[in-house]
Structures are given as structure tokens and as C-alpha cells.
């Protein structure tokens, strides 16, 4: 059948590094509390929306996850499947910068394989890195389509592609004209997008069937015993924090987002709906509901009371939320959780980081969540922030053990470094000096060189005025190997995972220092890199789930985790 469908558009996502099977690197626990794995095969859950408007409105659309792919089959060869491909243009996600390496090169080979083939860029990064990436890599990128919303502009984009007509009208576009000068057309930013575009998981089981190939749109490892589901309830943020290239600072700058854009309480419902009719796995909602107001909040979570809901669901909060909120959420579900990330136990600390509630605010909202049934409270802590030292890290960890000893089991406390760069835009990145922080990297290709240094502490783009990179990856380890004992102590966690964690985590610090062993005492480049490779296997076991089990940052399924005739049914009628 996939003989039969021929795609105007595949969007590839790239992993981190594109020889990543090959290289030497210890990524350590940068991607310990997000599902992927370090090398981020993760694609945007933008490329959904993407492929439903577009394959809508008659431009065919194919995802193939080129990381996921890679990562689960080591003969996978990238090359002999783009050479296969004869679309109308590629498109690559530039979206994360730990992507920078992959990103480029993916790029590389695409135009290597089909010079006629248009290659185009696009994602948050991609947007900050627009003209470097057309100057810098002119033979590999032909167009970026910038901003956090660009389903209009790359639809029109594809249509002057097969046309072959002119793009000078199309907002968002930066783009090479015939005579080789590179231009950059104004930046809009729809106020609605979050409303007319698509949280369309139906496009993507009807593409997996279209093209016979299920797995090239699997969004991580693990995915299908695990099928979690994100809704986007917003985009942009109404929040700052300092290092957040996704804050209201950062999308003003980015794309000229004046201020969020908010999904209609009665779409999340249906989204919420449509995916609960296809599986049991949990929800999450992503953005803080109470960002729009208490008649936002209670619109949408009396719309989701009414659906008799038994999935997990998963509610984000940015700030202290209101009793009367916990309340009204009680009642949507049985299986409600939260999170919440305060960054710091210290408040001057977390004031710094951009976030201004009070350590009672954060207890109350535990104990309003947990007193109404909720299953679980995640709580995020993060090492590398401003003005943080490794003793304050420490501190934290003790913060932990008081919550854990008051709350009990359901309260899930984390720890994880900022890393492994700081975000464009964000107020960071804008005014390090301000924040206390050096940044090593700035330009694209100083990101794309980090990434493939030999370990994460060589990787991480920063050091802070109170910690430097040893410190920053010490203090992760240590903080990390005390509150997996805690949560050994408190119940979170059963006494073979914690053992095997806290194996995991020595190993991981031994390693760290058979690196720098390596990197101090061994001049010679290519005895340096055999030596390394002696080590990748090492490195690539201590760089999944070190610091915590990937269980820890799991919700539950219940019963069976599909329901295929309804997908089917949908994908045909639907
Ligand atoms: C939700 C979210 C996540 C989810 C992932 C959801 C997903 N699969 O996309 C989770 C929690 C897993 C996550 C993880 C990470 N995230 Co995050 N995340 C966000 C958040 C809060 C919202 C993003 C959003 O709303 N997107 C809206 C959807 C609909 O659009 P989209 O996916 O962005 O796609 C649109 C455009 O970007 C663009 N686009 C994207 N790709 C492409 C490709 C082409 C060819 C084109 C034309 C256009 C295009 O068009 C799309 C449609 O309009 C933002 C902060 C913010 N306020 O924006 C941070 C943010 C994007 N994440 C960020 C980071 C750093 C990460 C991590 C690297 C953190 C880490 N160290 O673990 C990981 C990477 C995970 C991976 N890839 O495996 C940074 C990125 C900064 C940067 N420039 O690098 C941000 C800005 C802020 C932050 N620090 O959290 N993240
Ligand atoms: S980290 Fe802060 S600024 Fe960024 S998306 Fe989350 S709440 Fe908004």
C-alpha cells in the first residue's frame, strides 16, 4: 500500500547526534525525567498538528522518527531510507537544541542524496538560529519556517513548492531567492492557534496505516506499553522563568507572541474524550489551567467531570493554585495527579529562578491535592539554577525528606540537572551576567561541536557564579543518590529499584571520573578516542534513568492500553 501513497512532506526527527551509535559519549541523566531517552527521540507534538492541517487541506504527510528508529535497530541506515524517499520537500525539527548536531546532519544528507529537494528547517530553535542556519549551512537548508505556530505558513509553503511559485508573501518565511540572497519575510503570530490547529493523534494512526509503517511514528522508546498522550492546552506562557525558552519573555522575542493562546475549554474536552475512546493510558494536559482565570479553569474541568473519565489524568501547576481549584479538579476523576516544579527548597533561590510562591503555599497545595484524592504529586527540583550552591542543593534533598515524612508515598519528589544547555531567549541566555551565569556556547555550531564532546560535564553550556560544571554534576549525583535512599526509606520507590539506582549512580560517578582521567592524562586524539570507546557501552547504560527509575516518573494504565476497532473504525470514518 505505501507503493500507492507518495508524500508530499516527510518530516524526519533527527536524534542529538547523528552518529550517536557510534560516538563515545556519556550523556549522564539530562533526560532523566522526560520519557525519551538521552539521545531525545522524542519528535514535537507540533509535527501532529502539522501532518492533520496539512493532510487536510491536500498535502500529504509523512512523520518517520528517525532517532526512535535508530535508537531501536542498530542496522537502521538512515541513508537507504531518505534515498527511497522522493517527496516534494523534507522538513527537520530544530526544535530542541540538543538536536543541533543531528538536525544538521540529517539536513546534510537529505541534500546529498536529492540536491533538487527542498530541505526546511523549523522549530523554536530553528527559529533563533534562522539566519545562521541560511548563511552558515547554505548548502543544506533551503527554508525555516519560524515561530511557535506555523502550520499556515509551511501549507503555503508546500504549495509554492509543487507549484513553483513564488514565496516572498508567506509570513515566517526565511528563504534563499533565485539569485542565492537570503531573505527573511515579516513574523506573525496567530492569537488563535492554539484553538484551529490540531492535538490530532487520529493523522497519525491513519499515516502509520497509509505507509504500512507503524514505527516510524512511535514518539519515544517505550511508547507502546506505554502509550501516555500530551494535550496542548496553550501556546506560550504567562509565566518568566529565568531559564526557560519558552517563557513570555522568550516568546515575545522569539516569534512576537504578545500573550498565550488558549485551547477552548470544550476542544480540550473533546480531545480529552476522543483520546480516552482510544486508550487507557494516562493524560496529560499540558499548561497550567489556571493560567486563564478561575472561569477558564472550572469551564474546563466541569467539561471533564462529565465524561466519566478513567484514565490518568495529569494536571500542571505553575503556581500556587487555590483550594476551590483542588476541589473541582477531585471530582473530574478518580485518577488525578499533579505537578509542580519549585526548582529550589530555598525561596530567595526560586525567586531568582522566576517562580515567587512560598514553601507553605507549595505544603498547602500538597495537602489540598492529596486530602482530595489525588494518586500522586510530582515535584520537581533542579540543580544548576542561580544562586544555588552545592550546599543548597543538599538542603534541598533535606526539604525532600521533611515533605516525604509528612506526605507519605504519594508525594514523588525530583531531582535533575539543567542541562544540557541553556535555552535560547530565555532571560538567561539574554543577560547572563545578571543571573550570575558564563555561558560557553552561543552560536549554533558551538552547540553542535558540544554535543559531541565526551561527556555531559563537557556538553553542559554553563557554568553559574556559585557552581561550576564539577560541581554542578556533583551535586546532581550526590543529591540524586540521597533522594533515591529517601524515597527507599519513605516507600516511593521498593528496595531492589532504590539498590539498583543506587548502583547505577556510583557507576555513573566512576565513571565520570575514568572520563576526566582520560580527557587529562592522555594528549594523544587517537589513543584519547580508543580509549573512549573501551568505555561507550559503560556510558550508554550509566546515561539511561541514572539518577531515578524510569517507573518514578510513570502514571498508571488500566486494563487494556488500546482500543484498535475503535482507531480503525475512527481512521476509516473518521
Ligand atoms: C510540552 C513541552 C515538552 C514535552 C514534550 C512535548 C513534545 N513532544 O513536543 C516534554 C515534557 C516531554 C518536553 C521535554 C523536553 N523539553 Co520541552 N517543552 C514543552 C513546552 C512546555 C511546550 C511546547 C509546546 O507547547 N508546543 C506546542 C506544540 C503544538 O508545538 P511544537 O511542538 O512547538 O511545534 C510547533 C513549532 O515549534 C513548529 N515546529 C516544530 N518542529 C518543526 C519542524 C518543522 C520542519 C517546521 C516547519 C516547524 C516545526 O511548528 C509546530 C506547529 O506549529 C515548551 C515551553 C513552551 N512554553 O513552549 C518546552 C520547551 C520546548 N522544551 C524545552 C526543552 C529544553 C526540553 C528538553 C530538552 C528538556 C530536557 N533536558 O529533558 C526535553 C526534550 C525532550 C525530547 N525531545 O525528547 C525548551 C526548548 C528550548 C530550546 N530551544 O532548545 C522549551 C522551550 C522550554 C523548556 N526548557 O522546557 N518538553
Ligand atoms: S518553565 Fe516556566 S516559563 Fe517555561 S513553560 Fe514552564 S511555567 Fe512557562
Redesign the pocket.
Known sequence: MALFWKADLV?LHPPTVYDFRKEPIFWGP??D????SYI????????N??AGCLVKKGIETRVINLAYRMLTDPDYDCRKVIKRLKPSAF???L????HAHGAIETARICKKLHPDIPV???????T?FHEELLYDYPDIVDYV?R?????ES?LELMRCIKANRTVDHIPNLSWRDASGQVRFNPIACPSN?ADV?YNDYLSMFRMAFKYIDIKSQI??TGWWDYPIT?I?T????TQNCA?????AH??HNLCKRGSPSYRSPSKIIQDVKKISSYTTAPIFL??DLNQAGDDYSSAVLDGLGSLGLKNDLVLELFNYASESFFRLASQVCPNLNFEMSPESHDESIRNLAGKHYTNPEIEKNIEWALSFGAKKFDLYFMTGIPGQTYDSVMETIDYCEYLMKRFGSRLMPFISPL???I??VSLVWDDPEKYGYTLFYKTLEEHRQALIQPSWKYILSYETKWMGRDQIVNATYEAGRRLNLLKMRYGQVDPATGKATDLRIKGAIDLNSKIDQIINEVQDKGKRKTMLLNLKKDMDSHSLSTICDTNEIKWRIMGKRFRILKILWDCVLG
Not at 525525567?33 to 525519551?36: A, E, G, K, L
Open positions: 518530516l539530562i533526560s525525567v522526560v520519557p525519551s531525545f527521540e522524542m519528535y514535537p507534538v507540533g509535527f498538528s502539522i522538513g527537520i525539527d526544535h530542541w537544541l540538543p526546511i528547517m523549523g522549530g523554536y530553535s530553528a533563533y519556517v515561530g511557535d505556530s506555523t502550520e509551511l492557534a490547529y514518539p519515544f500530551a496542548m496553550v501556546r506560550g506562557c531559564i526557560c525558552g519558552g517563557s522568550a516568546m499540558i499548561g542541562a544540557p544547555f535555552d535560547p
